[in-house]
């Protein structure tokens, strides 16, 4: 059973009341170019403008962090030359602790700190020094006095072990505090100095404006345009420029703010994205190096994918201009094509129904053009081809009818044949023949091939078949017959280089004997049912129409009996092949 396979288009699920099959079919040349040719474009066009704004938004993005991270970079410089001056006065300060006759030196640096912008007050501090105290030292009668209550004495140094420190350092950086002396918040870097044991016997704290520090860059326009912070390192607001009360980064629970503060947590400066793709918001953030402090700027991501944005609005409007150009364009061209196919396809179809009088004239020089021509001399050839096979058609049941119509009995022997041409004629030849003339009881079989195949070997097996059923009807033995035919045939072959091979043989059924001659052609294999054995009825001799002159032997073999089967057959036999070519 054959199938033919069709394809199905169906709704899923069972079929109920109300349910409704949807099939979509593409029938019509302007509606295939329209879908197979309009859109890939489309999904071209949207694929090329996706992965083109994501690697565009990507680029911005990457630019515009690197673009951040130098603002933040540059105004984070500022503050931190403004703090590096006071530090470095500081270092030069502690450089001539333990030195022999520095206070002097060290005098004049504390006047020189003291005459920094910025700074509001410088208090040197010694332990077990009582309020009100001073020593004798030119250092200290120009320090203001401190504040509040005295250090308590831990140590019992005296005044000049005081006045004569060994070593000291910077150890903090106070958080901006309101001070209503200096009129506003200040900061104070703190140093420690220590004797030569390590025991801290003094403190030197300089106070400085905190508005010093952060109107640098309070100026800076990126400052005023977003949301901007300076933070400490647990992320505690100093300043910044949005109205809303704010102590601490991220304690609204902003997932960007969170995110940003685990960010500066390892690393020292960075860009954070926040949520959506494009993401909504965008932080960056840079630490000083001079104070445990980070500039923090947060941007909305759309002001920052702006560009891209528009340019993307442009892009699909253009697509859609571009598609709707297509489609018109498809319209115009494509209808005279489809016109001129269809008149094709109609003079198929009565090309198929047998009319070969269709006038088709081509318009165009294009490839329609050319299809038209080809068409009509197509159809011209068609017919020719149509009469030819007709008699070619004739020509095989002419053929046919030379071949024995069916099997036979003779004298105890059941005799069949049957040849299966691949073309409607072929060179394959069997015959039976009555050779009573040459005794009773007597039959002859022929089975013959010839070189190549349709008509010319039809032509040529049909002249051996003439010439060898009029050889068998005059006197002579098998050779003799053979022999004679060959020579006939070798008249012919001269010219045409064509040949024949031949198996006759003459059974004689009084004698229980084959008698054969073998031209060429592929031996004969006996099976003998009683002993189970083949054997091949072999001998020598060439094909019919090489060689004229040429003599045949002609071999027997007696004692055949019921049982027995002798098969002759052609080469066509050996070469059949199967759908997989075995």
């Keep these: 059973m054959c199938v033919n396979k069709a394809r199905r288009f169906a709704a899923a699920g069972g079929i109920g009341a109300g349910e409704k099959t949807v099939v979509i079919r593409v029938k019509s040349l302007q509606q295939r170019f329209t879908v197979f040719m309009l859109l890939p474009v489309a999904v071209l066009l949207i694929g090329m403008g996706v992965a083109g704004f994501i690697y565009a938004r990507d680029q911005l993005l990457v630019q515009w962090g690197e673009a951040t991270i130098l603002k933040l970079q540059r105004a ?18 502690h450089r001539f602790a333990g030195v022999p006759q520095s206070a002097q030196v060290q005098s004049l640096i504390l006047d020189q700190l003291k005459s920094l912008d910025g700074v ?70 703190i140093s420690s100095l220590k004797d030569q044991k390590g025991d801290t016997i003094g403190r030197l704290e300089v106070q400085m404006l905190f508005s010093y520090f952060v109107n640098t860059i309070e100026g800076m326009g990126w400052w005023k345009d977003y949301k901007s912070f300076l933070v400490d390192e ?36 960075g860009t954070v994205f926040g949520e959506g793709r494009p993401p909504k918001e965008i932080s960056g953030f840079y630490r000083l190096e001079e104070a445990p402090w980070t500039l923090v700027m947060i941007v909305p991501g759309e002001e920052i994918l702006s560009p891209i944005i528009r340019f993307r609005l442009y892009f699909f409007a253009v697509g859609g201009i571009f598609i709707l150009a297509i489609l018109i364009l498809i319209r115009t061209v494509t209808g005279r094509t489809a016109s001129a196919i269809r008149d094709v396809s109609g003079a198929a179809h009565q090309v198929a129904a047998g009319d070969y009088t269709v006038g088709l004239t081509a318009k165009t020089q294009d490839e329609v053009g050319e299809l038209i021509q080809s068409f009509t001399k197509m159809v011209s050839q068609l017919e020719e081809r149509a009469q030819l096979k007709y008699s070619l058609n004739l020509a095989r049941e002419v053929q046919q009818n030379l071949l024995p119509s069916g099997s036979m009995q003779f004298d105890g022997l059941d005799i069949a044949g049957r040849s299966i041409y691949c073309d409607e004629t072929g060179g394959d030849y069997y015959d039976f023949f009555d050779l009573s003339q040459w005794g009773r009881n007597r039959i002859g079989i022929a089975i013959g091939d010839v070189s190549d195949h349709g008509i010319a070997a039809a032509l040529f097996m049909t002249t051996a078949r003439a ?100 098969f002759i057959g052609t080469d066509g036999i050996w070469e059949t092949e199967d759908k997989a070519g075995n």
């Excluded at 020094?129 to 005295?150: L, N, V």
């Excluded at 102590?247 to 609204?252: A, I, K």
């Excluded at 001269?494 to 198996?503: A, C, E, I, S, V």
């Design 76 to 93: 984070a410089h500022h503050v931190d030359m403004r703090l590096s001056k006071p530090k470095e006065t500081l270092k030069l300060f």
């Design 120 to 189: 509001t007050r410088v208090n040197l501090a010694w332990e077990g020094q009582a309020p009100g105290q001073a020593t004798e030292s030119p250092m200290m009668h120009r320090m203001k006095p401190q504040e509040g209550p005295a250090p308590q004495v831990g140590h019992g140094h005296d005044a000049s072990e005081r006045m004569s420190f060994h070593s000291g350092q910077l150890v903090d950086i106070t958080l901006p505090r309101f001070d209503a002396s200096a009129g506003g918040k200040t900061v104070s870097l």
């Design 234 to 269: 647990t992320g505690g607001i100093l300043t910044t420029n949005i109205s809303e009360k704010r102590d601490h980064l991220g304690e609204t629970n902003d997932p960007l703010e969170r995110s940003t503060l685990a960010a500066m947590k390892s690393d020292p400066f």
């Design 467 to 566: 010439l060898l059923r009029s050889r068998l009807t005059q006197a002579g033995n098998l050779s003799q017959v053979v022999t004679d035919v060959n020579r006939m045939l070798c008249l012919d072959t001269d010219r045409t280089g064509n040949f024949m091979t031949l198996f006759l043989a003459l059974f004689d059924a009084e004698k229980k004997e084959i008698r054969w001659v073998r031209a060429g052609h592929d031996p004969a294999i006996l099976y003998d049912a009683a002993e189970d054995t083949f054997h091949e009825l072999g001998g020598r001799g060439i094909a019919l129409g090489v060689d004229a002159q040429y003599r045949f032997d002609a071999y027997s073999r007696s004692g055949w009996n019921g049982g027995q089967i002798l």
